[in-house]
């Protein structure tokens, strides 16, 4: 490669220039030269602490995994004859679940005869998905796979923060006040 397209730290264009010459500019100014586009013709090389880049680099990658967060998925499972209370009590861990940020599978199980009556599971089902509306979203309607009926509900995006002046009982006068 005698001849290469030289970009300074500044990312300023310097210009197509000997190979030996960009290394002298480099070594002048302390910084490293780095090839970035080896396929251009000439190839494009640019003056950089080379360190510094990757130190950086490797921080941003850090703080991207620590805001990353695993897909969870909890499961909620249910029968078809599960009586009104007991399926409040499902739906609140369901509704916990949800809070948290993980998604919910909820099954419901048949046995026997119960097959017969999917109906009943599809409607247990949709209300479920009725009481936790506020804080999930459908990903997969009701289907069978297998004896088992399973929806899956993922949490919807949480709401902006508001501000202590949006609040409406921040900005209504305590009568005191007045």
Known sequence: MPEVRLIDEDGTHIGVMRTRDALEMARERGLDLVEVQPNASPPVCRLMDYGKFRYEESRRERESRKKQRAVVVKEVRLRPKIDDHDLATKGRQA???LQSGDKVKISVLFRGREIAH???GEGLLNRLAE??????????????????????LSPKA???ERGESERPEANEGSGAEQ
């Open 95 to 97: 509704y916990r679940f």
């Open 118 to 120: 999917q109906d009943i």
């Open 131 to 152: 009481q936790l509306a506020p804080v999930a979203v459908v990903d997969q309607a009701p289907h069978m796979e297998g004896r088992t009926m399973v929806m899956m």
């Open 158 to 160: 949480p709401a902006p």
